[in-house]
């Protein structure tokens, strides 16, 4: 059975950091692409980002560009994002998501998210 | 930019028909899929590549295509399938996912 589980969220305050991790099991993970997608409280979906299965190719937001790095260690079955100068609209849940592997720009397997809070 | 917009709510009564629209702007070159997600669950595949449904969706689910209109219908509607929509896509470039802002589905 597929599971992603996402781990690392809590209180941070503005200009903090914080490391999100998504642990796999029941599949090959290092065999297909991985994504970051969040929501704000009582929004909608928001893609964050993308890295393929080699982390040959990296994808972000223009809304985290520049603050959030997306890496993968396939060794250990594991999806992490940092997160560096939060702020307070990054408060959401945070989903990793599997892109199936016989498609692009689509998520089959969702995580079920880890809340990030930015407040001061 | 690349925008996807869907009406903010449908409502329905069971048995009854629901169509949830999703506007492209401008029109897309990558296929579109469709998310359920109830309330504090995480999204769920519903349609992909436009039309096609995973297994274990039930049938009643379907997904087309029209110039720069998506819509997601559901055919006898019933009170579990009550939830948010969503659509997504790429943009023509292939760099960025882009959703819709999500559909509220209330059966009445």
């Known amino acids: 059975e597929v599971q992603l589980v996402e781990s690392g969220g809590g209180l941070v305050k503005p200009g903090g950091s914080l490391r999100l991790s998504c642990a796999a099991s029941?599949?090959?993970?290092?065999?297909?692409?991985m994504n970051w997608v969040r929501q704000a409280p009582g929004k909608g979906l928001e893609w964050v980002s993308y890295i393929s299965h080699s982390s040959t190719y990296i994808y972000y937001a223009e809304s985290v560009k520049g603050r959030f790095t997306v890496s993968r260690d396939n060794a250990k079955n594991s999806l992490y994002l940092q997160m560096n100068s939060l702020r307070v609209d990054d408060t959401a849940v945070y989903f990793c998501a599997r892109e199936p592997e016989n498609d692009i720009f689509t998520f089959d397997y969702w995580g079920q998210g880890s809340l990030v809070t930015v407040s001061s | 930019s690349y925008e996807l917009t869907q009406p903010p709510s449908v409502s329905v009564s069971p048995g009854q028909t629901a169509r949830i629209t999703c506007s492209a702007d401008?029109?897309?070159?990558?296929?579109a899929y469709w998310y359920q997600q109830r309330p504090g669950q995480a999204p769920m595949l519903m349609i992909y590549?436009?039309?096609e449904r995973p297994s274990g969706v039930p049938d009643r689910f379907s997904g087309s295509s029209s110039g720069t209109t998506l819509t997601l219908t559901i055919s006898g509607v019933q009170a579990e399938d009550e939830a948010d929509y969503y659509c997504?896509?790429?943009?023509?470039?292939?760099?960025?996912?882009?959703f819709g802002g999500g559909t509220k589905l209330t059966v009445l």
């Open positions: 401008p029109l897309p070159n990558q296929y």
């Open positions: 590549k436009d039309t």
């Open positions: 997504q896509s790429a943009d023509n470039s292939g760099a960025y996912v882009v």
């Open positions: 029941g599949f090959t993970f290092s065999k297909y692409n």
